[in-house]
């Protein structure tokens, strides 16, 4: 009886640390990054007693604005899976933790991460490769998809699956509002299959100055990657303006799949990229001209010298894009109706979901992984149930902030005592999408942070 206890427990604590292992796409498909390399994902088992259980994670890491930007993401591992980033195994924070004291509802589900190779939210489909100094790259993102799904059908029993989450944090939660409706076409006989969006809300706004311009950048990947969204919302629109269906204020009210939408009314890539961004010229690091607004670049570099009108433009974009936020998204249909959810938080911060967020994080004392557990689990009720607004004025929810920063990565890390707060995964993979993959935006978010409080 020892003997069997013991197996027990060893099965159980490898399970535990059981980390999501490296797929790669056949190539011969088309399902290839930018630089032509094959699509690639991550795939970890769920329990016996979860097996037709999934949760899908759509990776984020901005776009790529023009064929030159699209070139320069080839060296890094948001254009290649050929790319020191990608190894045999990966970890990742949210809903596919693997561990049971951060993540109860879903840790030992099957977990598929779609690694995000393609500069547009796995939406292009452009049938030959683009030439850019004398460089050809692939705008396939849509066979990636694709790709991934029918190798998880063909391979590892997606086609048993009774229960689906799918979520994407930043460029991979605008994925999860453009496809989520093709995704669930591909698994008819799912008990539940629902969709919970990480930051993939940006509004098609004007800057603080009046200058309309973001989607003029969106109109461009949309049409140069022939790129591929929601079929009901594309067909919906006048000719020449399907690149609506490229912001998730349009493409929502057509989504058929029940909805929990999580996202800052006052996102950090939202206020410095539309609200207190410019026209682009050249080259970005994957999310446009931002803070180009005059003056506001300089406030960043040096708060002591930040003139008074400055800091009433950076205060005015705040309170514009908050305001905005919460009209449009609050008002669309879909966010009223049976069954779909929000959790709106006031946080100067950018897909934090899947980080220390999705168990530090709360409005009025619900985290995101309870708010996303309790709607996921229940049954088409009202919106309202699983409606979650924050307080209105800066700086009023102290849980933005992270109580128990992420120490350095370490292979003999072990999961949190029961007794003890839980803490978020500890390996760099955890980290939101836009500063692991971008890092002077990184130094731009810590300055505008410094900023913020400096003026607040």
Sequence with gaps: MLKCVVVFLLLACSFCSAKMKKQTLDPETGALCLDGTPGIYYFKE?????????????LGGGMCMSDEECLYRTHGPVGSSNNSEWTDEYEYGGPISEDPSYNPDFYDWNHAFFVYCDGASFSGDREEPVKVNDTYIYYRGHRILTGIMNDLLLNHDLNDATHVLVVGDSAGGMATYYHVDEIKSMLPNTTIFKAAPFSGVFLDLPNVEGKVFFRDLMKGVFES?????????INAQKKGEEWKCFFAQY???YIETPLFVLNSRIDLIGLMCISLGEPLHGLSNGTGNCSAVPGVLECFMDQSKCPPEVMQLISMAMLEYSTNFSKIIENLPKMKADGN?????NCIKHAIEPSYAWQSLTIGNVSVREAVSKWFFSDNEPASKHTYNDCMTLNCNPTCENPNPPK????????????????PPTSSSAKSSSSALYPMMSLIFAAFIALYNFVF
Excluded at 46 to 58: D, E, I, M, P
Aim: proline letters at 7%; one cysteine or more; glycine letters at 4%.
């Design 251 to 253: 493409v929502m009210d």
């Design 46 to 58: 769920g329990s016996t007693a979860n097996k037709t259980k999934w949760v899908f994670h759509l």
């Design 225 to 233: 990657q022939d790129c591929y969204s929601n079929d009901k919302c």
């Design 341 to 345: 959810g929000l959790y709106e938080y």
């Design 408 to 423: 350095p990565a370490s292979s003999s890390t072990k999961p949190a005592s029961s007794s003890t707060k839980p803490v």
